[in-house]
């Protein structure tokens, strides 16, 4: 395989956001990251790519990465590669969040020649009491995501029920994460039509419990990718979709292995709070990989982004 030789330069940027993003049980204000710029032998530009890791979820810290990126002041990138199809690239950090941002700024640079166009995805919803809020708005495409279990069952229950009488194209990706007992979880989904849910994100605590939720309400769950190598083994029965975050996953490869595994099921690719530029390079990637299959990038808001839950892309 030919290579051609590229400088990286990574450069530290630092977002004020416009509210506090909670992430497990802490708050964040800013969102850290750097920007890896990929120069040609002239000192022009090649191509750029985003390296956030996402704070109390990435193993590796952002002192790791700039660390790592230095010691990267020149790489060797294939002159071409099918990695949309293939996912093999060479292995530049064994930090995700590092090896993804270089692999997505080569595929961007490789695919810039084709037409662009905007890939819808799912508006995020910190709260059930967002959907009965008189400024929600259903998208065209219907689905909206929307974090659950963060009131008492019942009431989000109702609430629930309520939004989806009032929008009736309305279908719902419910994001639980593991905050519930099994028991709450059927509280919080009774008497709700399953055709209306598309998936619950970690609906119990227990993963042991995924298989009984979805045989006792007919909802189907979805699981991140990151924890398929403890989970799945455990829970097959009723998986609909994998929650693919480039950020904490990082080489394509992955993503290519995990389709092949889980043929039956959606992968859903997830952004993790980054800037304009690793939400582009998201965009062109999912629309390469599964242009008709409704994405998770719905984060540019909470970022400060005037996104619309739609993104350029490159298709």
Not at 164 to 173: I, M, V, W
Not at 235 to 246: D, M
Not at 274 to 290: H, M
Request: glycine content about 6%; aromatic content about 8%; overall charge neutral.
């Amino acid at each position: 395989m030919s290579t051609v030789s590229k400088t990286l330069c990574a450069s530290p940027f630092s977002i004020t956001l416009p509210g506090h993003i909670q992430l497990k049980q802490h708050q964040i204000s800013t969102r850290e990251g750097l920007i890896l710029s990929l120069l040609n032998d002239d000192g022009s530009l090649y191509a750029q790519g985003e390296c956030s890791p996402l704070p109390y979820y990435s193993k590796e810290s952002l002192a790791d990465v700039s660390s790592a990126a230095k010691q990267l002041n020149s790489i060797e990138i294939p002159s071409y590669i099918d990695a949309i199809d293939t996912g093999k690239f060479p292995q530049y950090s064994s930090y995700p969040s590092l090896q993804w941002a270089i692999e997505s700024a080569i595929l961007c640079a490789q695919l810039r020649h084709l037409k662009g166009s905007l890939l819808n995805t799912q508006p995020l919803l910190q709260s059930v009491e967002d959907l009965v809020s008189d400024r929600f708005i259903v998208p065209t495409h219907g689905i909206v995501k929307v974090k659950c279990g963060k009131q008492a069952p019942s009431v989000e229950n109702k609430k629930l029920i309520q939004a989806l009488a009032q929008h009736p194209t309305l279908r719902l990706r419910c994001d639980v994460n593991n905050r519930l007992s099994y028991e709450d979880a059927l509280r919080l989904f009774k008497s709700i039509e399953p055709s209306r849910i598309d998936y619950v994100e970690d609906p119990c605590k227990d993963p042991l419990d995924y298989e009984r939720f979805f045989s006792n309400t007919g909802i189907p769950y979805a699981l991140e990718a990151h924890a398929l190598a403890t989970i799945a083994p455990k829970a097959l029965k009723g998986l609909k979709a994998i929650i693919y975050k480039t950020t904490l996953m990082g080489s394509l490869a992955h993503y290519h292995e995990i389709k092949s595994t889980f043929k039956h099921c959606d992968i859903i690719f997830s952004s993790c709070f980054e800037s304009e530029i690793g939400l582009n390079a998201l965009a062109t990637v999912a629309t390469q990989l599964s242009k008709n299959t409704v994405h998770g990038l719905g984060t540019g808001r909470y970022v400060g982004l005037d996104t619309n839950n739609a993104y350029w892309c490159i298709q």
